[in-house]
């Protein structure tokens, strides 16, 4: 009767560690067959199922993609919210490309596209449950007249935010790590951010660094070239972090 007792329980632990890998939405997202083959060239460099249960976004919740690009992880976030959840693509209108987002659209009708002004990147107050930013955060310091994006106040950027995140509401970071120095010159000259820039400017907004990740580390990355150089193009060093709204 002993043995048989202790077979049941081992059994029935097994069931419950197995159950989390049962229901892997993050997994089940980036597997889903709306993606395209252009989305699923970018996965070895981006690591996309771990950045999304890094990420732990719960189905039903509220996720603003800022500056989405061309919806690569709007696409598999909007999967895991599902039906009753919502993603809002935020993108400078000078980037958004209609015909690749009409194809995005037609297979996720709870994505909700945002092609604004670049200064008119913002949320209504208490609106989501998640800011999502990918290699975009280092923009909030970016300028070009060519691509018609000024001089961003990333302090107002940041407290729209904060009063758009519902309270215990989380900020996800993942930047092209950059050399200390004037974020501005920074990121002008190479499209990367420091680390510690980002922590800084986020606390000061109020928020609270929960988590961070080394999972895209990449040491074989020379910071002082631009992300562009073809060098490590794809492979820069980055880092990942979760930041979170007080409740």
């Not at 895991?80 to 209108?93: C, D």
């Not at 990121?187 to 680390?195: G, V």
């Amino acid at each position: 009767m002993l043995r048989k007792s202790l077979y049941a329980a081992v059994a029935g632990l097994a069931l419950v560690q197995a159950a989390p890998l049962l229901a892997d939405e993050a997994q089940d997202a980036v597997s889903a067959t709306s993606r395209t083959d252009a989305d699923r060239e970018l996965d070895a460099g981006r690591r996309p199922v771990e950045i999304l249960r890094f990420a732990g976004i719960e189905p039903g919740a509220s996720v603003a993609d800022f500056m989405a690009g061309g919806g690569y992880y709007s696409a598999m976030i909007a999967d895991m919210v599902g039906g009753q959840g919502v993603v809002y693509a935020i993108n400078p209108v000078r980037f958004h490309d209609p015909a690749e987002w009409e194809r995005r659209l037609a297979a996720h009708s709870n994505i909700r596209v945002m092609p604004v002004h670049p200064r008119s990147m913002l949320l209504a107050p208490g609106s989501v449950d998640m800011i999502f930013t990918h290699l975009t955060f280092h923009d909030l310091y970016w300028e070009s007249e060519r691509f018609e994006f000024p001089r961003l106040d990333e302090k107002m950027v940041l407290a729209n935010w904060f009063a758009a995140l519902k309270p215990g509401g989380y900020v996800i970071v993942a930047d092209h790590v950059g050399p200390a120095g004037d974020p501005r010159e920074v990121t002008q000259a190479l499209h990367r951010i420091a680390p510690e820039t980002v922590v800084s400017a986020m606390t000061r907004a109020g928020f609270e660094l929960v988590a961070q990740s080394d999972m895209l580390h990449r040491s074989e990355d020379d910071h002082s070239l631009s992300v562009f150089d073809e060098a490590i193009r794809g492979n820069t060093d980055r880092f990942v972090m979760k930041f979170q709204k007080p409740v």
